[in-house]
């Protein structure tokens, strides 16, 4: 049951949506619309490995939506969607107008965005079927990193008494739109990069561009640095993996880090300094929220 998941709080809405046509399967999660009765997060285009897994991402990744708008003062909870498939393979311009039909029908209650596995031209193609989307004309991956970035900084000046990298080993975990922007930022600084990635073609064009290292996704554990900072998808902070880290400071870009909440209790166990990632990716949303307009006014161009 929905309800009995350890992953619902209190959501205010979930919406399963099939397109047999284009093939398109989607859940909308809506976590709240307080205080103007409208909800606001990305599109998540993911190959999961089973509709509880999908529900569950949805779940997770739209409350934390909320304490990000929260947090940033904006006048909208969160939300979130998910389209389940291989964007690779089965994204095309028929799901994504199907996925645009199926958030004209809320009615403006969630405003869409990009997230893994869309970008600023599906916005558009998504833009064609409905007025509540935003990201048509903005790539939100350059201000989630460089609001990333700034984040990591002020946690690196905590920790380690500096508000730089010079001389810091980073294990990057996830080297996408966001990580390799965050790598490009973290090089300028002077950190010496350690990633990986499941597209080895984008760890060898950061092994290229700034002398990092790379290791393999399992591995990136193990490495001994002084940050770990996780680009890359949710959950990768958990039982099996806390234990590995020999870090001093987790700061990333990566919505949802912690598998669960007591896993933050874990990395302070350790010694380890945990910044919350919905602080330090609300770059996206601010970044976002500059191409929305009156959400409420019908006709608006959102």
């Not at 290229?208 to 680009?231: H, N, Q, T």
């Not at 929220?289 to 006014?297: I, K, P, R, V, Y």
Request: net charge negative; proline share 3%; aromatic share 6%.
């Amino acid at each position: 049951m929905i309800f009995d998941s350890p992953h619902f709080d209190d959501h205010e809405h979930i919406s399963f949506f099939r397109d047999a046509e284009s093939g398109l399967r989607a859940i909308v999660a809506i976590h709240s619309t307080a205080p103007f009765g409208i909800a606001g997060g990305g599109c998540r285009f993911w190959s999961y490995a089973s509709d509880e897994e999908a529900l569950a991402d949805a779940l997770r990744l739209s409350r934390a939506m909320s304490y990000k708008l929260a947090l940033c003062e904006m006048p909208a909870g969160g939300a979130k969607s998910v389209i389940i498939g291989d964007p690779r393979k089965d994204k095309s311009e028929a799901v994504l107008r199907a996925m645009g039909r199926a958030v004209e029908r809320l009615g403006g209650k969630y405003i869409i965005a990009e997230d893994v596995g869309t970008n600023e031209e599906d916005m558009r193609i998504i833009g064609e079927e409905t007025r509540f989307v935003v990201g048509k004309h903005t790539d939100t991956g350059p201000a989630t990193a460089y609001g990333a970035f700034l984040g990591m900084c002020e946690a690196a000046r905590r920790v380690f008494g500096k508000a730089d990298f010079a001389g810091l080993r980073v294990a990057v975990q996830g080297v996408g739109n966001v990580g390799s922007r965050v790598c490009k930022y973290l090089a300028e600084s002077g950190a010496r990069l350690v990633v990986c990635d499941v597209n080895e073609a984008a760890v060898r064009e950061i092994v290229k561009r700034f002398g990092a290292e790379s290791v393999s996704p399992d591995a990136i554990y193990d490495v001994k640095a002084d940050v770990f900072a996780p680009c890359a998808l949710g959950a990768t902070l958990n039982d099996r993996t806390i234990p590995r880290l020999g870090c001093k400071l987790v700061a990333g870009a990566a919505n949802n880090q912690l598998a669960e909440e007591r896993h933050a209790d874990a990395l302070a166990e350790k010694g380890i300094v945990y910044a919350p990632d919905f602080v330090l990716n609300a770059g996206g949303v601010i970044g976002a929220s500059q191409e929305g307009t009156q959400m409420g006014s019908a006709g608006s161009d959102v």
